[in-house]
């Protein structure tokens, strides 16, 4: 049994271009080796690529100027929140080219063009993809309209806070530019369903779980929800919920892995709590498994009882 092929460092964890590991020292012999995975021609892995991601960061070592990875992959590249669901129901990978340049001809990738002005791509961890923009443009008929107001909300945040996101939040969306881009992108699949999603997408959204929270109460005809509402506490403390009713003194956290597993977290929603209670008001605080069935259904009773009640 001969050796087991020794990569450079650099190339051990990720997927490369065959002229990249030409470049780094290897041979053709080398890279011929059974140990190595072919995802794409001209690709080289030592892991297999699985998962729609990794192939996207396989196909984009192979990709030339004015492509550039789209779709699902893409969003996700930038941090945005795809559905699991959509990993087994739309392509395996996608690719968006200047309609100026050749299209990948690729089995199993899926090629789009768009006018040359419209095309715009960056570089994540050396692969091109395109905008968060065209991101969830490609992305969209992927997706059902909540799914798609989600990573609207992304799109619209100006926070620091929002955990995962890889593009500038300044935000790098405003609300009052959706008309220009919908005008601009109106021949693109999926734009009508992007279009309908924007007319529940807001800004100074913090997390995509505190998006879906808020869909889910509206889609139940409930008021929607102030997003990060103010409110000032006994002693002094200026704190936001992720949503909340004022007049009725109801509000919502979404709470995820950190509220249970990092004791200081733990602490300080102890105290924050006894506070909000002091004030007559209640904090519910909302877990992954309240979203569905009967939990669901007993949370927006319990609303549904404080509107009646106000």
């Not at 080219?97 to 791509?121: N, W």
């Amino acid at each position: 049994m001969g050796a087991r092929l020794q990569l450079p460092e650099h190339l051990e964890t990720v997927p490369f271009a065959y002229a990249d590991g030409l470049a780094a020292g290897l041979t053709r012999g080398h890279l011929r080796s059974k140990t190595l995975h072919a995802p794409f021609v001209g690709v080289r892995s030592l892991a297999k690529p699985e998962t729609r991601l990794e192939r996207a960061l396989a196909l984009g070592q192979r990709l030339k100027e004015g492509q550039a990875i789209s779709g699902l992959a893409a969003a996700a590249m930038w941090g945005m929140r795809v559905p699991k669901s959509t990993e087994k129901k739309s392509p395996d990978a996608e690719v968006l080219t200047r309609v100026s340049d050749s299209r990948v001809r690729i089995d199993g990738v899926a090629s789009r063009c768009i006018r040359d002005d419209l095309f715009k791509r960056d570089f994540i961890d050396g692969v091109p993809v395109v905008s968060p923009v065209l991101a969830v443009l490609t992305s969209a008929w992927h997706l059902e309209q909540a799914d798609i107001t989600v990573m609207l909300d992304a799109l619209l945040s100006s926070s620091d806070s929002y955990p995962g996101l890889r593009f500038n939040r300044d935000p790098h969306l405003k609300p009052n530019q959706f008309p220009a881009m919908f005008e601009k992108f109106k021949r693109m699949r999926g734009i009508g369903k992007m279009r309908d999603a924007a007319v529940l997408a807001r800004p100074g959204v913090e997390s995509p779980m505190e998006s879906i929270l808020r869909l889910k109460l509206i889609e139940e005809g409930l008021p929607e929800p102030s997003i990060q509402p103010v409110v000032v506490l006994p002693n002094g403390e200026t704190y936001r919920p992720d949503l909340g009713y004022e007049d009725l003194g109801v509000y919502f956290n979404y709470d995820g892995e950190v509220h249970f597993t990092d004791q200081a977290t733990i602490d300080r929603d102890v105290l924050r709590d006894r506070h909000f209670q002091d004030q007559k008001m209640q904090l519910i605080h909302v877990v992954k498994t309240d979203l569905n069935g009967s939990r669901w259904r007993d949370l927006v009773l319990l609303v549904r009882r404080k509107l009646l009640g106000a």
